[in-house]
DNA sequence: CGGCGTTATCGCGTCCGTGCGTTAACGTGA
DNA sequence: TCACGTTAACGCACGGACGCGATAACGCCG
């Protein structure tokens, strides 16, 4: 008769299957935040959902995440380049999937909305769905993410949010790596959801830009001072 | 020939073990922080560590803190009520762990000394070791927590001071339902490792508090009034 | 009962951050 | 070259927060 399984066996008790699940989170041209979603085929089909995947053997979680872009969204590594999946929570509820017992962790992705239009204009089952609330806006009469990936969402929103409040653009949203200070009051005010004033935004976030000592111009006005983020 | 696992089919793919540690953190009667370490015994016997477990079929990970800390550490589950496990970081190296591939949830838990101080005191495996600029100082010689636990412990002192700036006694460390102004000021003191003005600490945490009409008194001076949290 | 010690409260000067009106700077376009 | 529009910079009033000295309150102890 085999032994019980001592505690520190490695091997002797079941283990859950470890999904990724990713909100990559953009902001819009129009000023609006949005989050991208998939519809999703095999279990749940039709649905949007946010992008996610199995860990494959030994995989890193951020590796995942990357190729659950490629692979599920057609995002190439390029697509990602210099951005870095945040963890955010594990979810573990054992119900959670009808298939067996998988903990997923979410993670929080920044991405320029010019790394995701083109993917998102050639493809069917990808959108862009505006944040509301902390909620999304789903595309046709979907009211919900299935998987309780709702949740996912919120602490996405929420993460982001303290992040801008501490640091001008940390995600990279703006794309670019030389931006006006106007551009990046708007690309915060979008996140943050609420206006900033332009002289008290000026003196919050000059100690951590570094001028490029250029200017944008082309417009009528005065042209604008172009800067870096210090680190 | 079989076929190729499909992405979908949940039991496709090798699977890590999960584990979690805990950051058991409290504050001790001189004022020190602490967290809770436990002498190893199998892998790496001898050596102190943070208290941890794999995760068990099904289990939920808050679970697996609670049962880790019952059998590890011997502390029932009365020494953990009221008290929550938050989440840190996800620790995904797949070279962590010399006996397969692993990761592990940190968590970082705050308990009362009360709740701790008897376990320590008649366990020769269990020791409270202080916190000094986000690093542990272990007992005896060993420098550094094994399998990279020390940035754990960066992770947990993060995340207790983020959430000492922003309300009361959030992990309950003080451990009575009712004190003082004194009592949670050198409490957030201790926490967040500077000290407070009184007339600016009791501006700022009043409105958090509710007044429970009655003092202490036994001691020469005017009573302090105590106090509970809001919420 | 009064002195003492401790906590609570208060008045107030100082400092700092905000936001607004004004001025300056700088391209564009006619 | 000048008017215009936009951005940058500045001066400054205002409000809020801070911290300190002073005062009040309240048990304890002799």
């Known amino acids: 008769m085999a032994r019980s399984p001592r505690p520190s066996d490695i091997g ?35 649905q949007w959902a946010l992008p996610g995947r199995f860990v494959r053997d030994r995989e890193r979680l ?9 692979e599920k969204c057609g995002l190439p590594a390029a697509a990602l380049a210099g951005a870095t999946p945040r963890q955010l929570h594990v979810f573990d509820d054992p119900a959670r999937d009808d298939r067996g017992w998988v903990m997923s962790v979410a993670h929080l992705l920044g991405l320029p909305y010019e790394r995701l239009s083109a993917h998102v204009a050639e493809r069917a089952d990808l959108a862009l769905a505006p944040v509301r609330e902390r909620r999304l806006q789903l595309p046709g ?3 919900n993410l299935p998987y309780g990936q709702g ?81």
């Open 151 to 231: 949740a996912i969402v919120e602490y996405a929103v929420d993460e982001l949010r303290r992040r801008y409040l501490e640091e001008p653009d940390p995600e990279g949203l703006l794309g670019a790596d030389e931006f006006s200070l106007a551009e990046l009051r708007d690309l915060h005010a979008t996140v943050l959801d609420e206006p900033w004033q332009i002289d008290t935004f000026r003196r919050n976030m000059l100690p951590a830009l570094t001028s490029t000592d250029t200017v944008r111009s082309g417009t009528p006005g005065r042209p604008a001072a172009l800067y870096r983020r210090s680190r």
């Open 12 to 46: 002797a008790f079941p283990r859950p299957s470890v999904a990724v699940d990713v909100a990559v989170v953009t902001v819009q041209p129009d000023g609006q935040l949005a989050v991208l979603v998939l519809r999703r085929t095999g279990d749940r089909a039709g």
């Open 141 to 143: 009469r979907q009211r």
């Open 62 to 70: 951020a590796d995942s995440v990357a190729i659950a872009l490629a």
